[in-house]
């Protein structure tokens, strides 16, 4: 416990020296200016500009009252952080759990829902700031540190975040708990891949380094901007786009998280798959999941809490929460067909696993096109990630060679890939897609005439491609730390017994 101590301390000390000394901490002087996920969408019904808007001059600031959030929009995020909470705890924690054998059923529920717990608190402390701060293209800074500035005492009302839509708002505390919400199930997702023999003091200190270095620079670089109020006039759209993170400057489409949650923990889970080690008996002994029923379950809550993932990040109660909501469905549904198909071809019948599996697949492909594509783009997305993810847990595992325990990287690595590339084709306008790739200041669409398919997919295909080398590194890094001073497997002898005994000294089931 000594070890795991000073392994936390180290990571938050790395966390706080490095990044301090690559960021610039600018304070922010309109708390409006508090970006967002999903930036990529612009809302067709946005409320036009106030005439009195943020970015007045500081006159105009002083004497006009500070903008009153939208109460709808307020309560529809609050709703859609308590659907992200039900797809970690439980939804998650029963999914993975159901996939491992009963010896350590209550291992991987301990690993999901303490991982969930230390992110969150990493997250009010500095992970917020870092991430969703003015700094430079790859950290924010630490205007938000401990979350201060979120209260302000001169005004007496809380600090505003922006939404898509010019002169609409939020309490800047509701977004923050919606992304703490997204930071948790990302560290979380990685457990899967080594399930049933890692320490638990192993996985809290990776998760610390890995939640400092690789998420929030990536969630940064993905999501971080100005907000719509900035972009006041055509004179100041290079100025305000150059303090956006670097994903967002080249113009990477990411709804609600492909590359942030599942491309980035994939890797992880991937890399961890590999320098952990197989399991015992890997190949020789059976390892089939104990509990398929457990597994449904955990899989209807990830599809049910879905909703408040993608349809939440468009910030707004509007139409392009509706489309992101729509698109989940249709998106899920298709791909669970898909993956039953496939099945049935490949061995004769259709399982329940499949069907459960070929769902995750749906969501997580769907996931940074929720908004961003049409209703026809969706299905076809779902479909094609329902096969894509079929071969990834089967030939692609194989090719691999890794015991990814809980295939992680074949259904969140294989399934984010092809959504984040399918966002490109299907946000056309030509194919159906709202065109979310427009003027910030006209709150304007791109049209047929003018969107490059081919761009728009090299644009997504180099957003894939640094958050595969980023989280490859930072994970490669993470786990050395680790295995150096803490060490990352237990024995051959506990794990035998089972991860629910030998470390936690409590049994799932009894007699």
Not at 17 to 38: C, I, K
Not at 129 to 145: H, K, V, Y
Not at 328 to 341: D, H, N, P, S
Request: glycine share 12%; hydrophobic share 55%.
């Amino acid at each position: 416990m000594k070890k795991l101590l000073a392994t936390l301390a180290l990571g938050l000390s790395l966390g706080f020296g490095v990044f301090g000394a690559a960021s610039v901490a600018t304070a922010q002087t309109a708390p409006a200016a508090v970006t967002a996920p999903a930036a990529e969408a612009k809302p067709a019904d946005a409320a036009p500009a106030p005439t009195a808007p943020a970015a007045a001059a500081p006159a105009a600031a002083e004497a006009a009252p500070a903008p009153v959030p939208n109460k709808a929009d307020t309560g529809w995020m609050m709703l859609s952080t308590i659907l992200v909470i039900l797809m970690v705890i439980p939804g998650l924690a029963l999914f993975y759990g159901g996939l491992v054998r009963s010896k350590n059923m209550l291992s991987v529920l301990m690993q999901v829902v303490v991982t969930f717990s230390l992110i969150t608190v990493l997250w009010f402390v500095y992970g917020y700031s870092l991430a969703f701060t003015e700094g430079n293209a790859f950290i924010g800074g630490f205007d938000r540190l401990f979350m201060k500035g979120i209260w302000d005492n001169v005004a007496g009302t809380f600090a505003n975040a922006a939404t898509f839509s010019k002169g609409v708002y939020i309490p800047e505390i509701s977004f923050a708990a919606f992304q703490a919400t997204f930071a948790g199930i990302t560290c979380a997702l990685i457990v899967g891949a080594f399930a049933e023999r890692i320490k638990f003091s192993a996985v809290l200190a990776f998760m610390v380094l890995w939640f400092t270095f690789s998420y929030l620079p990536v969630a940064h670089m993905v999501w971080f901007w100005m907000g719509p109020d900035a972009y006041a006039s055509a004179e100041v759209v290079d100025e305000m786009t150059s303090k956006a993170g670097l994903l967002w400057q080249w113009g990477a489409l990411d709804f609600a998280g492909g590359t942030v949650v599942h491309i980035n923990a994939a890797v992880a889970g991937l890399v961890g798959a590999f320098m952990v080690g197989k399991r015992v008996g890997y190949g020789r002994e059976s390892m089939a999941p104990h509990s398929l029923t457990l597994t449904m379950v955990g899989a209807s809550l990830l599809w049910v809490g879905w909703f408040g993932f993608n349809a939440g990040s468009a910030l707004e109660a509007n139409g392009f929460a509706a489309l992101a909501f729509i698109n989940t469905l249709i998106a899920t549904a298709g791909a669970v067909l898909a993956w039953c198909v496939g099945e049935a071809l490949m061995r004769g019948k259709a399982s329940m696993l499949g069907a459960a599996s070929g769902a995750v697949a749906g969501l997580v492909a769907i996931t940074p096109a929720a908004g961003n594509v049409g209703l026809g783009g969706a299905l076809i997305i779902g479909f094609i990630g329902g096969f894509a993810c079929l071969w990834g847990v089967n030939g692609l595992k194989k090719l691999l060679g890794a015991d990814d325990s809980l295939d992680v990287f074949g259904v969140h690595g294989v399934g984010g890939i092809v959504g984040a590339l399918l966002t490109g084709v299907f946000n056309s306008p030509s194919l159906g897609g709202p065109s979310a790739v427009g003027d910030w200041v006209t709150v304007a669409m791109v049209t047929p005439d003018a969107y490059s398919i081919a761009a728009q997919v090299w644009i997504q295909a180099k957003a894939v491609m640094l958050t595969i080398v980023w989280s490859g590194v930072v994970s490669v890094v993470a786990f050395k730390i680790v295995d150096l001073t803490i060490g990352l497997r237990v024995t051959e002898e506990e794990e035998r017994e089972g991860l629910d005994i030998s470390s936690h000294g409590e049994s799932a089931y009894h007699g």
